[in-house]
């Protein structure tokens, strides 16, 4: 009975484990096709078992897989949008940081200035003009008001200073000096002898030297091409001999108009010379006074829109000079830069 009980016990034992183990077999396998097969989302059973046997992806996974590329893309095109733009934050903090130690410096050198456009000041202004410079309106009429769409990173000016050399021409020049600025000087043949050494540090400075006529008398000088070539040609002769510069850059006296004929300009045009008129009148010479400043300040507001060079006309004078520290604060302070005319320019001139 023991024998028996145990004889069945066994087979029992074995049968039911012989189904245990074909039940745990179906099961794994059924799991396995799940984890392989049906990884990414939850779909049915049916689904994952026809797509394993279809051995192609899901649409849905098709989907994901673009998507999943499309993100990849954008993401990738966010990054290189943000390199982008941090380089270009660079670039714009790089330009202003050579910006402001170009400019900083200059200003920082002079006490606040003085210099204001008040109505005041520059209503004086219309005083009757001398003998001496008649034409101070050409540019002014061409200049609409508003400001420019598109301001340009540097503005520049041409400071010119007429007559000299003179006793006053080395503090000029250390005036523009500490400004970074440089200059032209039209000069008069006597001048250019009397103060030979002024000519020189001109020179050395980097400002243009130009000829500026030997008489200064407009009857004399406009007598004839013949005398207006004679001056120039002695003018130039004279410089070249004390500075070792052969300027053909020169400023008529009282400028061009209305003294220039068509003949004159051909004659001085045909032996190379480059006659410069300005397009902004100091007046340094009628008013005698810091005056001459608000006025230059006053005209360079209107010339706000100009196309081609700014030229200021100055004069070697005492009372320039006074002044001159205060203009090229304001300039400076506005973003002006001055540089001195060069031969390849095209000389600005009045309309005959
Ligand atoms: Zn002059």
Same mark, same amino acid.
């Given at each position: 009975?023991?024998?028996?009980?145990?004889?069945?016990?066994?087979?029992?034992?074995?049968?039911?484990?012989?189904?245990?183990?074909?039940?745990?077999?179906?099961?794994?396998?059924?799991?396995?096709?799940?984890?392989?097969?049906?990884?990414?989302?939850?779909?049915?059973?049916?689904?994952?078992?026809?797509?394993?046997?279809?051995?192609?992806?899901?649409?849905?996974?098709?989907?994901?897989?673009?998507?999943?590329?499309?993100?990849?893309?954008?993401?990738?095109?966010?990054?290189?949008? &943000?390199?982008?733009?941090a380089w270009r934050i660079q670039l714009e903090r790089e330009?202003?940081?050579?910006?402001?130690?170009?400019?900083?410096?200059?200003?920082?050198?002079?006490?606040?200035?003085?210099?204001?456009?008040?109505?005041?000041?520059?209503?004086?202004?219309?005083?009757?003009?001398?003998?001496?410079?008649?034409?101070?309106? $050409?540019?002014?009429?061409?200049?609409?008001?508003?400001?420019?769409?598109?301001?340009? $990173?540097?503005?520049?000016?041409?400071?010119?200073?007429?007559?000299?050399?003179?006793?006053?021409?080395?503090?000029?020049?250390?005036?523009?000096?500490?400004?970074?600025?440089?200059?032209?000087?039209?000069?008069?043949?006597?001048?250019?002898?009397?103060?030979?050494?002024?000519?020189?540090l001109m020179v050395q400075s980097g400002e243009t030297v130009?000829?500026?006529?030997?008489?200064?008398?407009?009857?004399?000088?406009?007598?004839?091409a013949a005398s207006i070539i004679a001056e120039l040609t002695?003018?130039?002769?004279?410089?070249?001999?004390?500075?070792?510069?052969?300027?053909?850059?020169?400023?008529?006296?009282?400028?061009?108009?209305?003294?220039?004929?068509?003949?004159?300009?051909?004659?001085?045009?045909?032996?190379?010379?480059?006659?410069?008129?300005?397009?902004?009148?100091?007046?340094?010479?009628?008013?005698?006074?810091?005056?001459?400043?608000?006025?230059?300040?006053?005209?360079?507001?209107?010339?706000?829109?100009?196309?081609?060079?700014?030229?200021?006309?100055?004069? &070697?004078?005492?009372?320039?000079?006074?002044?001159?520290?205060?203009?090229?604060?304001?300039?400076?302070?506005?973003?002006?830069?001055?540089?001195?005319?060069?031969?390849?320019?095209?000389?600005?001139?009045?309309?005959?």
């Amino acid at each position: 009975m023991r024998n028996l009980k145990k004889g069945w016990s066994k087979g029992t034992l074995v049968v039911l484990l012989a189904i245990g183990f074909v039940y745990l077999g179906v099961f794994l396998s059924h799991h396995f096709q799940e984890i392989t097969v049906n990884k990414p989302i939850n779909h049915s059973k049916n689904e994952t078992i026809n797509r394993a046997i279809a051995k192609g992806p899901a649409p849905e996974e098709i989907i994901e897989d673009t998507d999943d590329l499309r993100l990849e893309k954008k993401e990738r095109i966010r990054k290189q949008q &943000e390199q982008a733009i941090a380089w270009r934050i660079q670039l714009e903090r790089e330009k202003s940081n050579v910006k402001e130690s170009t400019t900083k410096e200059p200003a920082a050198a002079k006490p606040a200035t003085n210099a204001t456009t008040s109505s005041e000041q520059t209503t004086k202004e219309s005083k009757p003009a001398q003998s001496e410079q008649p034409n101070t309106q $050409p540019a002014q009429s061409e200049q609409p008001n508003t400001p420019p769409a598109n301001p340009v $990173p540097q503005k520049t000016v041409y400071l010119t200073f007429d007559d000299g050399p003179s006793v006053f021409s080395g503090q000029i020049i250390a005036l523009l000096e500490k400004y970074r600025y440089k200059a032209t000087f039209f000069m008069i043949d006597g001048n250019i002898r009397r103060y030979p050494n002024a000519v020189k540090l001109m020179v050395q400075s980097g400002e243009t030297v130009g000829l500026h006529s030997v008489s200064h008398n407009p009857k004399i000088f406009y007598a004839s091409a013949a005398s207006i070539i004679a001056e120039l040609t002695q003018n130039r002769n004279t410089l070249k001999e004390i500075s070792g510069v052969d300027s053909y850059i020169m400023r008529t006296p009282y400028g061009s108009v209305p003294y220039m004929t068509e003949e004159y300009r051909k004659a001085v045009h045909d032996k190379g010379y480059l006659m410069w008129d300005w397009n902004i009148d100091s007046r340094d010479w009628d008013y005698k006074d810091a005056r001459y400043v608000n006025s230059v300040i006053t005209q360079l507001n209107q010339l706000a829109n100009h196309n081609g060079p700014i030229v200021i006309l100055l004069h &070697e004078r005492r009372e320039t000079l006074a002044h001159l520290p205060q203009l090229l604060d304001f300039l400076s302070k506005q973003g002006w830069m001055s540089k001195a005319i060069d031969s390849s320019m095209t000389p600005v001139q009045f309309k005959p």
